[in-house]
């Protein structure tokens, strides 16, 4: 079974309205760690978001927010005010496993397109 | 910048040949991960290493070996290769967030094109 799916192989938005990317998430561990990439282009991989799971609170970095809902196991990214530069793929990670050997698992990605 | 460093960034070589790929974590960072992206694909975890030791290993081909040395700089070696080992290696290190929380911050890839 797929350890992180990502349903949507592409989004498009228009620019300036908000966007959510969705992600599901399957672990039996009670601690883990959720994240969203993105990768431009040009092809480098730029952390956005960390969600961990005993936290509470939805994280949010600026115009990026993680929709985290434990019971659904679901950690969608939600991207308000789009821009063009937000174009680009989106990946949802998760970390789990023991601290020292942490495995890190990515889903196959989001490619969003921003419309002008 | 995410202050993981690799080189090359774009390797061109032909079947049969044997690489190296090399990174540096960010200052402090005692973990280095390797992962293989081919294209349109997910991100594939290959090996992690800590301090020196190996820790995980993942899809890693038999062919493909990797070390951390004591400045704790990585090397990935890719040898016999063939067209389906033509990809972008990512290297990443771990880092501890504020809440104290472990992420990773990846160089800027190696682009291996076999031919």
């Known amino acids: 079974a797929q350890k992180i799916t990502q349903t949507q192989p592409g989004m498009f938005v228009q620019e300036k309205e908000a966007v959510t990317l969705d992600c599901t998430y399957d672990t039996s561990d009670q601690s883990y760690g959720l994240f969203w990439y993105k990768q431009p282009s040009s092809g480098e991989m730029i952390f956005l978001i960390y969600q961990g799971s005993y936290d509470e609170q939805n994280a949010t970095e600026g115009r990026y927010s993680l929709n985290f809902q434990k019971a659904r196991k679901s950690a969608n990214l939600v991207i308000s005010a789009s821009q063009l530069g937000d174009s680009a793929m989106y990946f949802c990670?998760?970390?789990?496993?023991?601290?020292?050997?942490?495995?890190?698992?990515f889903g196959t990605g989001t490619r969003l397109k921003v419309l002008a | 910048d995410s202050g993981v460093t690799q080189t090359p960034k774009h390797l061109i070589t032909a079947t049969g040949q044997r690489v190296t790929l090399r990174c540096s974590p960010r200052?402090?960072?005692?973990?280095v991960y390797w992962y293989q992206q081919s294209l349109d694909q997910g991100l594939q975890f290959l090996i992690q290493y800590y301090n020196g030791e190996e820790r995980a290993k993942g899809n890693i081909l038999e062919r493909f070996s990797a070390q951390q040395f004591p400045d704790l700089h990585s090397e990935l070696n890719l040898s016999s290769l063939e067209l389906g080992d033509s990809a972008l290696y990512f290297c990443?290190?771990?880092?501890?967030?504020?809440?104290?929380?472990?992420?990773?911050?990846f160089g800027p890839g190696t682009r291996l094109t076999v031919l």
């Open positions: 990670a998760m970390r789990e496993g023991p601290s020292g050997t942490y495995k890190y698992i």
């Open positions: 990443a290190s771990s880092a501890r967030l504020a809440g104290g929380q472990d992420t990773q911050y």
């Open positions: 200052s402090g960072d005692l973990s």
